[in-house]
């Protein structure tokens, strides 16, 4: 590979979704796209998040117009639901293309 094909290869990297690209965010939207939903717990056993971690995460995603944040109760439990919204799917399909592309494009 020569350095100019390098150079764009790598250029694609400065392209990247940053909002999704933090190794956190990456772990909850990765989570999220392969479930319709789920409750705020379940995430933070399956990410291994401390809650206010884990909180401070959603509420980027949220404002990034990524995550849907609904609060509820179960039973007489309150219980906060997420989900990607139609954005956040686009949005980490084309992270994980960018990222494939980028990663296909270098040398073995």
Do not use: C
């Not at 909850?28 to 705020?40: C, G, K, R």
């Not at 206010?52 to 995460?57: D, E, M, P, Q, Y």
């Amino acid at each position: 590979m020569t350095a100019p094909e390098m150079s764009d290869s790598l250029s694609a990297l400065t392209d990247i979704d940053r909002l999704i690209h933090e190794p956190a965010r990456l772990q909850i939207v990765a989570l999220l796209y392969v479930l319709e939903s789920a409750d705020f717990v379940f995430v933070t056993q399956q990410t291994g998040m401390t809650w206010g971690n884990l909180s401070a995460h959603i509420t980027k995603l949220e404002d990034g117009g990524y995550l849907k944040v609904e609060k509820g109760y179960k039973g007489k439990r309150p219980q906060t639901m997420l989900s990607l919204t139609a954005k956040g799917r686009k949005a980490f399909n084309a992270y994980r293309q960018s990222m494939q592309q980028m990663l296909d494009d270098l040398p073995e």
